[in-house]
């Protein structure tokens, strides 16, 4: 296995004046290059925690972290981190810098010092992926939140990162939204074997991930392949997240001595059914 | 309170360079006691016809007459008719400001001019209603609670002022399931309690599914369906187009049928479908 | 979303003047500044006018458009016109009654006054129609970065400046929305003397402070996200580069100074 991330007996905690509270415990992952991986949780259950650890925001009260080979408590190469990790947040207005998205595409290259020339390719590019380059000269407020969240995605194209973190970023967006960051995220992964980190609280964003790990009190309490970890309802539920409806109906006919499988979604939980017929 | 509202048409900006047409020609009826879900995708006029029924938007063409109040009058009681109709917007913990959660949900009924000792227990009681403590909570800074309190902190706000209708925008926007959940069973609560009629705008089809009686899509600034739940999600024809999706119990019982397991009943909720599957495909 | 905000009101078609160098429309907006308060004559009051409206008409926004910035500053302008009629008591005396005197030096002063200052907003109003904030602060930052060499910190005020443009739009949609939110929950903002008025904005702007400061917190994440200040050698990817039309408006400017000099010491002897 490639890995590109490496997380090994990681513990963080929150200090706020006496009070000292956990944000992660004993988090022990490897992430492999290339793979799409699902952090899911519900608020508080330390996967942003996770994610600020991930391109230095935060350093590991114990343990240690290294992605793409770099140790992110090494403050000397923090900037090669971060350009390597790409994040994306929730509110995709709080994290545009310019009126113009070209401008906007242009910024973090533009800190890392790139050439003139490189930054245009880079911004053509970056563009044509997230499928915005009509926009290219536009200003971002009259865009829909999904647009937003796509030139924000573009945007930390622009440094060309190995790793793609999405924070929440399909938290605040509608239906419609949604899907169309998921898509970008799938796609980049498959075409630019861009490694991705999803992080969400909707389970049905996971369905077609490689990898889902599930958090809860800061611990990693399942770790594995999307029909695996689903299997686990109870823990699932015990964690405060929603099974998508499809395992939710095959998880009561399954209850009820029917011989299906447990399903993701709809289409598959379809199938099974007319298999008994 | 009935709703009734006729040839409502409105425009932004008329006679601009940024002229834009949010509602054309939308007529319906909300009765008393109903739970009216508002359906429609992102620019599709909905935040534009809710912001009509208490008077933030005037009526400019067409009419709405909300009981014996004429919203198309020139000169109407606007504390009568807020207080009346309650409004959550999205994010609404955004409005919170006072210093404390009991002054914060007190900031309505002042202004709505009830006596001291009315508002007092008012307060109370609307806090207790969102499932808060009153004597933990109300000393607090609003800004010192987790989102999901805030949230409840902003929706007591609004009902401490006893309104006939809530009219809820998107209220578990943003949520994680737990506070989703949570909201969605105060609104149950409340609907069963203590507000008669509910207006809610959601983006999720399983939640408009199983809460509403009464359903309105709007299109591109247009009512295209006014109609049950049931008879919306009946034909999955009537949704195409619009850019919204089915509700999954529905889809589920839609892909069956067209794999020949013919599923008549209407599946608005997971027990329902659960229930028509066993008939269609008996457990042998 | 109830109105559109337009900062700076640009005014979006293709013209001539909007693809002047931002730079240059900056320096030749100020030597049009210099060319109203170097005016004495009310003859050289019509070759600023006559220069006002063929810019006008070269940046090929309608005239309508123009004339609707006026409107903000209407009250001001008469206003300081009558004080300076009023004000003004040496000279010819054409009517007085009681403690008021009008002079006929004093009409001919306010009427200056007048025309200087609506000549002022609506030349500087060109600017605004013609270029974008974001173009705006990229002219200003180059024009400011000689101030580099003496450690003064360019490039992050124009960070600065950016962001402030690009987040007024979403504050002022916020106001809205909040506006909204308590107006639901009875607040009146239009009632009562200036007190209760002030006092009536808390309920907005205390939500506005909070929320701008989340918003901020959050925006310096994504600035760290994206990399800000890695390097002191900081490139640039807008270029601003001189054309031709950089070169026909100096001309042009160059051409107005002149007029005006000429035509207030009556080179020609024109009266």
């Not at chain 1, 992080?199 to 392949?225: C, K, P, S």
């Not at chain 2, 006014?226 to 509700?247: H, I, M, N, W």
């Not at chain 3, 939500?207 to 490139?235: G, H, I, K, Q």
């Amino acid at each position: 296995m490639d890995t590109i991330i490496t997380i090994k007996d990681v513990s963080f905690n929150y200090v706020t004046g006496e009070q000292i509270s956990r944000g992660v415990k004993n988090v022990n992952l490897e992430i492999e290059r290339g793979s799409f991986v699902v952090l899911l949780g519900h608020n508080g259950s330390g996967k942003s925690t996770l994610a600020k650890l991930l391109n230095g925001f935060l350093t590991p009260t114990e343990g240690e972290i290294i992605v793409d080979g770099i140790n992110t408590a090494d403050e000397s190469k923090i900037f090669d981190l971060r350009s390597r990790v790409g994040m994306v947040f929730q509110n995709p207005d709080n994290q545009m810098v310019a009126s113009i998205i070209e401008d906007d595409l242009a910024f973090g290259p533009e800190n890392l010092g790139v050439e003139r020339e490189e930054i245009g390719r880079r911004i053509n590019w970056a563009l044509d992926i997230v499928n915005m380059s009509e926009h290219r000269h536009r200003t971002p407020t009259k865009l829909s939140g999904g647009q937003k969240q796509r030139i924000a995605i573009a945007a930390v194209l622009a440094m060309l990162p190995n790793i793609l973190i999405l924070d929440e970023s399909t938290a605040m967006l509608d239906p419609k939204g949604r899907s169309e960051v998921l898509e970008t995220a799938h796609k980049l992964n498959k075409e630019e074997n861009m490694t991705v980190i999803l992080i969400t609280h909707y389970m049905d964003e996971a369905i077609d991930a490689d990898r889902i790990v599930v958090m809860n009190d800061g611990e990693v309490i399942l770790d594995g392949a999307p029909s695996e970890v689903y299997q686990q309802t109870d823990v699932i539920r015990r964690a405060g997240l929603e099974l998508p409806v499809a395992a939710r109906v095959s998880e009561k006919l399954i209850e009820r001595g029917y011989p299906i499988k447990f399903c993701l979604t709809d289409k598959e939980l379809a199938e099974e059914l007319c298999q008994l017929k | 309170m009935s709703i009734e509202i006729k040839n409502l048409s409105f425009v932004y900006g008329a006679k601009s360079a940024y002229e834009k047409r949010a509602l054309e020609d939308v007529s319906f009826t909300i009765k008393d006691g109903e739970t009216l879900g508002i359906i429609g995708t992102t620019g599709s006029g909905k935040s534009t016809l809710i912001q009509h029924l208490n008077a933030l938007i005037r009526v400019t063409n067409g009419s709405i007459v909300i009981d014996d109040i004429d919203l198309s009058q020139k000169r109407i009681n606007l504390q009568l008719l807020r207080s009346k109709i309650g409004m959550l917007f999205q994010y609404p913990e955004y409005q919170l400001f006072e210093d404390t959660v009991e002054a914060d949900v007190a900031f309505g009924p002042k202004n709505f001019g009830y006596k001291k000792e009315d508002i007092d227990y008012m307060v109370r009681q609307a806090i207790e209603l969102v499932g808060l403590d009153y004597y933990e909570v109300k000393d607090k800074s609003p800004f010192e609670l987790s989102g999901g309190q805030k949230r409840r902190v902003a929706i007591a706000g609004i009902i401490a002022s006893r309104p006939s209708i809530l009219v809820l925008d998107e209220p578990t926007a943003g949520l994680d399931p737990i506070g989703k959940r949570e909201i969605l069973d105060l609104v149950k609560r409340l609907k069963d309690s203590f507000v008669k009629t509910i207006i809610m705008i959601s983006h999720n089809m399983d939640e408009i599914a199983e809460y509403c009686d009464h359903v309105i899509v709007l299109h591109e600034g247009k009512l295209i369906y006014d109609t049950t739940p049931e008879e919306l999600f009946s034909d999955k024809e009537k949704l195409v187009g619009t850019g919204l999706s089915l509700p999954h119990t529905v889809n589920i019982a839609r892909l069956l049928s067209e794999k020949g397991v013919e599923i008549n009943e209407s599946c608005l909720d997971v027990d329902s479908l659960v229930n028509a599957i066993e008939k269609a495909v008996p457990n042998e | 979303m109830s109105r559109d905000i337009t900062l700076g009101q640009y005014y979006p078609v293709e013209s001539f003047a909007h693809k002047l160098d931002p730079r240059v429309k900056l320096l030749l907006v100020i030597v049009y500044i210099v060319g109203v308060f170097l005016v004495d004559s009310l003859y050289a009051y019509i070759v600023v006018g006559a220069f006002l409206i063929t810019s006008i008409i070269v940046s090929r926004i309608p005239f309508k458009s123009v004339l609707k910035s006026v409107k903000g500053i209407i009250f001001i302008v008469i206003f300081t016109a009558i004080l300076n009629l009023l004000f003004h008591k040496e000279g010819e005396v054409l009517w007085s009654f009681w403690i008021i005197v009008i002079t006929k030096e004093g009409v001919l002063f306010s009427i200056k006054m007048a025309l200087r200052l609506l000549l002022l907003v609506l030349g500087t109003t060109l600017l605004t129609y013609t270029t974008t904030p974001m173009s705006l602060t990229d002219g200003m930052e180059s024009l400011l970065s000689p101030l580099k060499l003496v450690k003064f910190p360019v490039h992050d005020v124009s960070i600065i400046m950016s962001i402030a443009l690009r987040f007024i739009p979403i504050l002022m949609e916020e106001v809205d929305k909040i506006m909204m939110a308590q107006k639901a929950r009875g607040a009146s903002f239009d009632n009562g003397n200036l007190f209760k008025r002030a006092k009536a904005l808390l309920p907005v702007l205390i939500p506005l402070f909070v929320s701008a400061f989340r918003r901020a917190d959050e925006l310096a994440l994504a600035l760290d996200a994206r990399c800000y200040n890695a390097t002191p050698n900081r490139t640039r990817y807008k270029k601003l580069t001189l054309s031709w039309r950089d070169l026909v408006a100096t001309i042009a400017f160059a051409v107005y100074i002149v007029l005006i000099v000429a035509v207030n010491n009556n080179f020609w002897g024109l009266y």
